[in-house]
């Protein structure tokens, strides 16, 4: 499996961004989770939005009504609309997809990962 994101930048605060990740390398049959990661610099890995198979939506607090994550399994693509991006935002952003039956926010469940684009807010 390979994850390619996109779409990262510099922005204002207040701006928006729109985050792409081609996926490639796997059925588009199956239940499997994907989602969005972010790593600040010295911060720890955390999880910001997942969608599973069946389109239930996760996000994490401090992205709730910002963010938005959509998947389109034809294209094998996920997306992440950020709006109103603020400084703390500035970071890392990685795709992920889980195989396995737990899709949350806690980035041990994941067995696949992208190289990240990043995202600054300055």
């Known amino acids: 499996v390979q994850l390619v994101e996109s779409g990262g930048g510099t922005v204002k605060p207040g701006g928006s961004l729109r985050l792409s990740c081609q996926a490639s390398?796997?059925?588009?049959?199956?239940?499997?989770?994907m989602g969005w990661f972010r790593q600040a610099p010295g911060g720890p890995r955390e999880g910001v939005a997942t969608?599973?198979?069946?389109?239930?939506?996760t996000y994490a607090d401090a992205v709730q009504g910002r963010f938005s994550i959509s998947r389109d399994d034809a294209k094998k693509t996920l997306e992440l609309q950020m709006v109103n991006l603020k400084p703390e935002d500035t970071a890392i952003y990685y795709c992920?997809?889980?195989?396995?039956?737990?899709?949350?926010?806690?980035?041990?469940?994941?067995?696949?990962w992208g190289r990240g684009t990043q995202v600054t807010v300055s």
């Open positions: 969608v599973d198979e069946r389109g239930e939506l």
């Open positions: 390398g796997y059925r588009t049959s199956g239940s499997y989770c």
């Open positions: 992920a997809v889980a195989t396995g039956v737990v899709c949350g926010l806690e980035s041990h469940w994941y067995d696949y």
